[in-house]
């Protein structure tokens, strides 16, 4: 009689069900990071969007010449509220200078989905004193 040779060199169930729980978990995790980072970019856009809507309206105000102290606010047509005061400051130290030093605050504040979010930007402009 002739004995016949098994080939034992398969795979057995228990090692087939941990590799695909290993790869489940390994799937799941950079999935997770994938949509991590889409979240990120989304915010990121309004951000860049509300930065380069505060640099316009920074730039608006600090190229006026006669800048005096105020306070205003004003809404945009797509929905941003921007609030700014301008204000003079360090009069101690220009009295005796042919400069006036102004610091113009800024905020701007939006809503994104049910979240409301805000930004706040703050700069200093020298001027000639008016005589």
Known sequence: ???????????????????????????????????????????????VSVVVRAEEKMREIMDDEKLSEKTLSETTEDGYRIDYSISKVLEDK?????VEVFQIDMSIYWTEGMKNRSM???????VQKQV
């Open 1 to 47: 009689m002739k004995k016949i040779k098994i080939d034992q060199s398969g795979f057995t169930l228990l090692e087939i069900l941990v590799s695909i729980a290993i790869v489940g978990i390994a799937v799941t995790i950079i999935f997770q990071l994938f949509s991590a980072n889409l979240r990120a970019i989304s915010v990121s856009k309004d951000y």
């Open 94 to 98: 220009t009295e005796n200078l042919h």
């Open 120 to 126: 706040k930007l703050s700069t200093l402009k020298t």
